[in-house]
């Protein structure tokens, strides 16, 4: 019984990879199944055999668990087939061929093999910096220097968290993945809400890019080549950043799963059971649209692009019940409308935080696209 109730379990467990997670407790499940299938895999296969060799509900427990492998292999098929015109799309929305790549970067779209092997990137130990103290609180930004010596373009990157919480340390291994491609990279902290409102989170990270101005000649970095990075939260900021904040040299904004459209967030709200997310815009935002409508309009990227907007990477996956995929279809939509270079990079089975993995499927696909993204606002010959 033991044997059924634990094929059972993990059949349930697969099912993420085709359906929205119902809770905020089941999220990390709807991360780590995807992104880690060899592991959930090697467990169905072990249940596999145990059945082959068992008499009680053999039938039936077999039938489940090739089932519930099938399942589970999915996210691994599903980034071949995004892989087989990836390089492609990438090639028609940025100019961007996979020739022009130089030392380390990912070459394949997809491996199954970097699933064990990893993307080879070797550990560049961080600098932590105090930029600012705006009201009391001390935000420090972590500074990950470059492989490639000399001067080098900087990538900018801000956390997610709700704006509520969260720090600089997230998903730490994509910012040494990238210093490894050559760029000097700092990771800020900023002022949290409800404490902090905004615009407390723009002016904070304007307070970053005049520090990192300010020290570019001992870090290293090439002050009219910046490009921004964030995710949830986090790409909401860097967002309204490119396209309203005016700060020069900024070539590029990679922006995973923000919300782009604050009013209309709060119109079509997260399953509660997920989170209160009417409750994190007002702490953000000051109050409901009918109270402070200006908040809502300023922090909408999409409410901002125009013929001149910066170029634009925005990776979604299909399954994110936190922000929905709807919001990066719509930023395209008005991407395309001005003739702005961009892509969607769409993850069929991702949830919020796909590419936690980086050598998971949906990380291989997000690196992959993102440093060739970069790579043609920051270093491709026009």
């Not at 935002?285 to 909408?300: D, F, I, N, Q, R």
Request: aromatic share 14%; proline share 6%.
């Amino acid at each position: 019984m033991l044997r059924f109730i634990l094929i059972i379990i993990l059949f349930i467990l697969s099912l993420v990879n085709f359906f929205p997670v119902p809770s905020q407790s089941t999220w990390y499940v709807g991360i780590a199944v995807p992104e880690f299938p060899w592991v959930f895999m090697l467990v169905s296969i072990a249940l596999l055999i145990w059945s082959w060799y068992s008499k009680k509900l053999r039938t039936v427990s077999l039938i489940i668990s090739v089932i519930t492998f099938v399942i589970l292999t999915s996210p691994i098929v599903r980034a071949y087939n995004v892989g087989t015109h990836l390089a492609k799309d990438l090639e028609n929305s940025f100019g961007v061929k996979d020739t022009y790549m130089k030392g380390f970067h990912q070459e394949k779209p997809f491996s199954f093999f970097q699933m064990f092997t990893g993307n080879g990137a070797k550990d560049i130990p961080f600098k932590t910096y105090h930029f600012a103290k705006p009201s009391g609180v001390d935000l420090t930004l972590n500074f990950t220097p470059s492989a490639i010596p000399g001067v080098r373009p900087c990538l900018i990157v801000v956390h997610g968290g709700s704006w509520k919480q969260g720090d600089n340390s997230e998903i730490a291994a994509a910012n040494n993945y990238f210093a490894n491609a050559g760029y000097q990279v700092a990771t800020i902290n900023y002022r949290l809400a409800p404490k902090f409102p905004s615009p407390a989170q723009q002016e904070d990270l304007h307070s970053a890019f005049k520090w990192i101005r300010q020290h570019a000649t001992e870090l290293k970095i090439d002050t009219t080549n910046f490009v921004l990075m964030g995710r949830s939260a986090g790409a909401s900021i860097v967002l309204t950043m490119a396209y309203t904040g005016n700060e020069s040299g900024v070539k590029g904004v990679a922006a995973f799963y923000g919300a782009i459209n604050m009013p209309w967030s709060y119109k079509n709200p997260d399953n509660p059971l997920i989170m209160d997310s009417r409750k994190v815009q007002r702490d953000f935002l000051g109050g409901t649209p009918e109270e402070v409508p200006e908040k809502y309009y300023a922090e909408s990227p999409l409410f901002h692009i125009n013929s001149k907007t910066t170029p634009t990477l925005l990776a979604h996956g299909c399954l994110d019940a936190h922000v929905w995929h709807i919001q990066s279809e719509m930023m395209k939509k008005e991407l395309d409308k001005h003739h702005v270079k961009n892509y969607l990079l769409t993850i069929p089975w991702g949830t919020h935080g796909f590419e936690y993995n980086l050598n998971g499927p949906a990380g291989q696909l997000s690196m992959y696209s993102v440093e060739r993204f970069f790579y043609s606002v920051t270093q491709m010959k026009r």
